[in-house]
């Protein structure tokens, strides 16, 4: 079974904090992706990598930073949290779609709610 | 980009009912992907369906890329397929990223 895993289910910070959320994936997939959903917005995508080191924006990137130096590893980074970026932030990975034929299904980690006070 | 609409917004049964569920999009796609919502958050992977039907078990989904629509059918419906339901398409054909519908919100009422 693919395992998507999300360093934190809850996580509480304050204005101006500088905000790490990891995400671990042990399907050796080359994608991966952070996205946040809000309530009336749905999943928005944030962030998306295709290969270590390398990342590309998704809709809605401002306030937000990647990291990705491990290919199972993908890291959101918010610089400096403000209280509009308390949301539910969910991580997803799949196969690169030029290894996978058409076959890239994405699998989702189980969301961090991350509430800036 | 791509359109993606689901309907209803919401649907409240009595369980044991059967519902079908509904997602339209607005261009050509190469992959469909249906999720469930759990009560706690966590997206739960039903179908990867870019054309024709498929069945796991009290579930099945269709999708007709011809006319742009897939439906996800549940039968005998229980208390646990309470949560909100996703439908997710490339943002373009033959793009990984998604983008998602607004969700179908199924309350299972015993």
């Known amino acids: 079974d693919v395992k998507v895993t999300q360093s934190s289910r809850y996580l509480v910070k304050r204005t101006g904090e500088k905000v790490f959320l990891e995400c671990v994936q042990d399907?050796?997939?080359?994608?991966m992706f952070w996205y946040r959903q809000d309530p009336g917005l749905g999943l928005r995508l944030i962030y998306f990598?295709?290969?270590?080191?390398?990342?590309e924006k998704g809709d809605i990137p401002e306030g937000y930073s990647v990291s990705r130096e491990k290919k199972e590893r993908f890291s959101l980074i918010l610089e400096s949290a403000s209280t509009n970026q308390t949301s539910m932030y969910l991580c997803?990975?799949?196969?690169?779609?030029?290894?996978?034929?058409?076959?890239?299904?994405?699998?989702f980690g189980p969301g961090t709610r991350l509430t800036v006070t | 980009g791509i359109q993606v609409e689901q309907s209803p917004p919401d649907l409240i049964l009595q369980e044991g009912a059967n519902s079908t569920l509904r997602c339209n999009f607005s261009?050509?796609?190469?992959?469909l992907q249906w999720f469930h919502q759990n009560p706690w958050g966590q997206l739960i992977n039903l179908f990867y369906?870019?054309?024709g039907t498929k069945q796991n078990g009290r579930l099945s989904a269709t999708t007709v890329a011809t006319e742009r629509y897939s439906l996800l059918y549940i039968s005998s419906s229980q208390t646990t397929d309470s949560g909100v339901y996703f439908c997710?398409?490339?943002?373009?054909?033959?793009?990984?990223?998604?983008?998602f519908g607004t969700g179908t919100r199924l309350t299972i009422i015993p």
């Open positions: 261009d050509s796609v190469n992959n």
């Open positions: 399907m050796d997939h080359e994608n």
């Open positions: 997803a990975s799949s196969y690169f779609i030029q290894l996978s034929g058409t076959n890239y299904e994405q699998y």
């Open positions: 990598s295709y290969d270590v080191k390398m990342k």
């Open positions: 369906i870019p054309s």
């Open positions: 997710a398409v490339p943002h373009n054909f033959g793009n990984e990223k998604l983008t």
